[in-house]
């Protein structure tokens, strides 16, 4: 186990400063003037020696190589660079944004974990029921809407109709009470719950259909355990193995957050900040963001791989010739 965890971190690090000299690359290949979007925005005019300035300063008439290696020497330091257009150092905006990630996707993963097993569960057990065929039916709704119409069709009822909720996720300044600077996440939590459960739910059903039918819970029926016992002390745990795993590979969206969510309901996270550095093409703050979410997944790959490698300890060992 400890060879095979070691191959795979070091295969995680080649992937990740591959895909960090890929993404340098193309954000340099991106058309337009990151200096040129610093002359519209500024306050007064800047000159062709301004610009010429500016262009030294952030090193952008350096070579796409050179660019690379000097990104690549400050990340060894921990330094993750300047926003050009914010103009402050990358961290006082990644990380922020990163923490109200964590929490809108945090508590929707929660949330949708919970009621995936518990609806997996209730579709699995009574298969071809009338539960079964409505849960199935609104798990294949979920996954086949757009994520920009759910959210809106949430604004709609909750906001506009039944003005129970803020339409957005920005509470108003000046701070206010909790319950209410809560009620400003429900909205966001309530949309990013209901897509990842309509999901999830389905790999719970199929998991369990496949246990239901295994030779130990004959025996076990045989020596008269009743079926709940069954199900939820033997079945259940057993059918959750995979969806444990794939609990795994979804850490990049708890991470990354759901991009849509966040522009329609204004949620300042990682995903909104990431889509504003690339239109913006800040180089740094879309670096930053995009490497995070990449480390991000190949983390979820490889606590998915590991639990799979310790549950089939086949899967760490080496192949004889």
């Not at 926003?83 to 990358?90: D, E, F, Q, Y």
């Not at 004959?218 to 444990?244: D, M």
Request: aromatic share 8%.
């Amino acid at each position: 186990m400890a060879v095979y965890l070691v191959r795979r971190l070091l295969h995680a690090a080649l992937v990740l400063l591959v895909l960090s000299a890929a993404t340098r690359a193309l954000l340099s290949a991106m058309p337009g003037d990151p200096v040129e979007n610093l002359r519209k925005s500024s306050p007064r005019p800047l000159s062709a020696d301004d610009l010429q300035r500016l262009k030294r300063h952030y090193g952008l008439d350096d070579p796409v190589l050179v660019q690379y290696g000097k990104w690549l020497r400050q990340l060894l330091t921990g330094d993750l660079g300047h926003s050009l257009s914010h103009h402050v150092p990358v961290g006082d905006l990644l990380w922020p944004a990163l923490g109200r990630t964590l929490v809108l996707s945090g508590i929707a993963f929660v949330v949708a974990a919970v009621l995936s097993v518990w609806l997996g569960v209730q579709s699995a057990a009574a298969a071809g029921s009338p539960n079964d065929l409505l849960i199935r039916g609104l798990c294949y709704l979920g996954i086949s809407l757009p994520p920009f119409w759910l959210c809106l069709v949430l604004i709609q009822w909750f906001a506009v109709r039944w003005r129970w909720l803020p339409p957005d996720a920005q509470a108003p300044p000046g701070g206010a009470e909790p319950y209410a600077a809560w009620s400003y996440l429900l909205l966001p939590v309530t949309a990013v719950t209901l897509l990842l459960t309509a999901d999830w739910t389905r790999y719970v059903r199929a998991g369990l259909r496949d246990v239901l039918d295994a030779d130990f819970l004959r025996a076990l029926r045989a020596r008269g355990a009743g079926e709940r016992r069954i199900l939820w002390a033997h079945a259940v745990p057993n059918a959750l193995v995979p969806f444990f795993t794939m609990l795994g590979l979804s850490l990049p969206s708890l991470v990354g957050g759901e991009l849509v969510v966040e522009m329609v309901f204004g949620w300042p996270g990682l995903g909104q900040l990431e889509y504003n550095a690339l239109r913006e093409q800040d180089a740094n703050v879309a670096m930053a963001a995009l490497m995070l979410i990449a480390a991000a997944t190949l983390l979820g790959s490889l606590l998915a791989d590991v639990v799979h490698a310790a549950l089939d300890p086949r899967v760490g060992e080496p192949i004889d010739p």
